[in-house]
């Protein structure tokens, strides 16, 4: 609309009414497009469906499991045999020596006190009791030939208990009992990581930091120190050494994928610049080599590559290379045709030769903010590398894939997220320090 | 005459102090040259020690994959229409999921960055607290807690959604906060000034100055998860990822399906990476008053 058409005050305020109109037309539109659209998405994924699927104590596991353990008194119903272990694996069995005073074994059985007075009594013939403060006692027998058989009626079994006859199941606040035509399993839980210091065969298990500092030598042969590190380091129930492995693998495939790209991408970035390639063939073909580079998913090159080169922390840091060259490519000619000419004229009049003019005229213009995104890449890259690591196999992705793939070591997932967090939480702000460095140009 | 002397006596010290610092300089950027490089050559040789296949062998099978893939495609490429049109449903629901999570991430950030930016604050002692949730937020790699999400809910789309959502109300919660920081503080002072809350002080003076970057972050945002959401999906959570992972654990025979998804998710990130650039600019250029 021309400015004459406005001239006249009866024109500008129609024009006003129509642009005010034409607002709140689009104020109602807007929510009622998002609604619209709410509505669809939730019959297309299905969210009614959602609340049957969803299992409530699969959660409830997974919470317990992250930050406490359980002990395992568990006895095979054929051989009367009673283990103790943490978390039932055979690398937490206590030996007979160092069970815990909890326990009592007696003749053919044993007594587990659980918490809050709760008590679970081993008996003999594959019997078993529950004693509860409350409710009293519930008495339960296996055999072969029977199954589980318990000592009231079921219909006066509290709604803790669920019971046929192929499996008892007493579930409290203070410890749980399974019974099964097999074994019986008592489990008392804990607060904390099991054996996340120390393995049970290990001399400095369950002892305070105080009694390894300053205590006594715990294994004759070495130092205190010495031999709490190697036993921690060497832990083969956490692995830490490992997982340190894999951290540092993880941060190496974005650090070698993000510099990599940069470094591929700074010439790759002057031939699609137009101030630096006056050849327009080239020019278009630098960028649909960045646009393809780039449209091609990272997911699409981790496949690929993971057929050429294998799992591991190379295949992932070529993925990440591969994706980058066609952002950094694209970054950097846009940066590169936005310099100064008046520093390269000036650099070209004291008769430098081109190389030189780049070096003198181009580079130190640029390379603050080229830096920059490169360093802010780095630090999304560190959180991408555990994500492609999950598709290739390397690095910490692996490691926590497979944790939760086997759907029973969540105190492992939580271990890995936690190191997983606070790396790139340290990335973020290392990156952040030496970008604000960058940007206020101390480094040369 | 002293007056003029001695300038010219501190000259030669300037000039050989310059050259000094010049010197040095050189010297400690060709220092920071030279531990990248090896930074990097070292880095490159344990990173090809520890995988399964070497650099040099790899290199050299690097085209066998995609030559096989081509040359089934090409061989059933009287079926590739249809194959195409097979997958525009798992295609869709890739992209439902990637802008459901904008959308309730774009909300997510939203409010976020409002309450961690000094001066629009409602409760300022919180603010350290909201932006260490926003850093977590941003560290935890969607991967993970879609695959803890689809242990409990089951696999489908709505893990792998809220994973990203989760990730992008962090990620756009920082961008946005920076963006405030840059807002006229002035308008909310006039609104307050007659007695608006804090919602309306947001609303009417903050938000109208911060949406054309609100809006233009977001769409780079969708963009970007798109890419995530067919990632997760090769994960288990639904839509073209699935069906590539389904496609490639069959390997030789089904690599036309393959063929097919590779194409879709080609085009639809370049067209969608091509509309959102343009809708971009216009956001942030600004576009003409329509009348």
Known sequence: ????????????????????????????????????YLVYVFFAFDIPGLAERARLDNAATLVADSYSHKVHVTRDNRSGEITVAKEGERKGTFPPEMEPDWIARDDGGARVALEDGHEVIFGPDNTAVYLHPEVGRIEARASRADGVEIGRAP???????????????????????????????????????????????????????????????????????VGAWADFWGNNVWRHADVAWAMLETILMAFL???????????????????????????????????????????????????????????????????????????????????????????????????????FGVIPQVMPVLLSQVLYFFESNTRSATVIGAITGGGIGLLITQAIITQKDWEEVTYYIILIVLTVMAMDWLSGILRRRLIKGDAG | MADLAAPADREPD????????????????????????????????????????????????????????????????????????????????????????????????????????????????????????????????????????IFIMGSGPVPAMIAIALHTAGALGKLYSEVNENADLKPVEGLQSVGASWGQRMAYGVIPQVAPNYLSYGLLRFEINIRASAILGFVGAGGIGYELRNSMTFGLGKFDEAAAIFVMLFLTIVVVDQLSSQLRNRLTQGREIAP
């Open chain 1, 155 to 225: 219909e006066t079994l509290p709604d803790w208990v669920s019971y046929s006859s192929a499996r008892l199941d007493i579930r409290t606040d203070a410890g749980r009992l399974t019974m099964t035509r097999s074994r019986t399993e008592a489990y008392r839980y804990f607060f904390g990581w099991e054996l996340f210091w120390f393995t049970l065969d290990s001399p400095y298990y369950d002892r305070t930091p105080a009694e390894i500092l300053f205590g006594p030598r715990l294994d004759e042969a070495r130092p205190n120190l």
């Open chain 1, 257 to 359: 994928g993000t510099f990599g790209a940069a470094v591929v991408a700074l010439p790759l970035g002057f031939v699609a610049a137009k101030n630096f390639t006056p050849l327009m063939t080239l020019r278009f073909g630098a960028r649909r080599v960045f646009d393809f580079l780039r449209g091609v998913d990272a997911l699409i090159w981790t496949i690929v590559l993971s057929r050429a080169f294998g799992p591991g922390p190379l295949t992932g840091a070529l993925a990440i290379l591969f994706t980058d060259t066609g952002s950094f490519g694209k970054i950097f000619s846009e940066a590169l045709e936005n310099v100064d000419d008046k520093q390269i004229e000036g650099v070209s009049s004291t008769g430098a030769r081109p190389v030189q003019r780049y070096r």
């Open chain 1, 1 to 36: 609309m021309t400015d004459a058409a406005l001239e006249t005050p009866g024109a500008r305020h129609a024009a006003a009414v129509r642009r005010i109109a034409a607002k709140r037309r689009v104020a109602l539109a807007v929510p009622a497009a998002i609604l619209a």
């Open chain 2, 14 to 149: 300037a000039r050989g102090a310059y050259l000094a610092l010049t010197r040095r300089r050189r010297l400690y950027s060709g220092l920071t040259l030279l531990i990248f490089v090896v930074l990097m050559a070292s880095g490159f040789a344990v990173a090809d020690g520890r995988n399964a296949g070497s650099f040099v062998d790899g290199w050299r099978n690097m085209l066998d994959f995609p030559a096989d893939v081509v040359a089934e495609a090409w061989e059933k490429r009287a079926e590739m229409p249809a194959l195409l049109w097979r997958y525009v449903p798992a295609l869709i629901e890739t992209l439902n999921i990637a802008a459901l999570a904008s959308l309730l991430g774009f909300f997510g950030g939203l409010g976020l960055s409002l309450v961690s930016t000094q001066g629009l604050a409602p409760f300022p002692r919180l603010i350290p607290v909201f932006r260490r949730i926003m850093d977590v937020l941003r560290a935890l790699p969607e991967i993970v807690v879609a695959l803890v999400l």
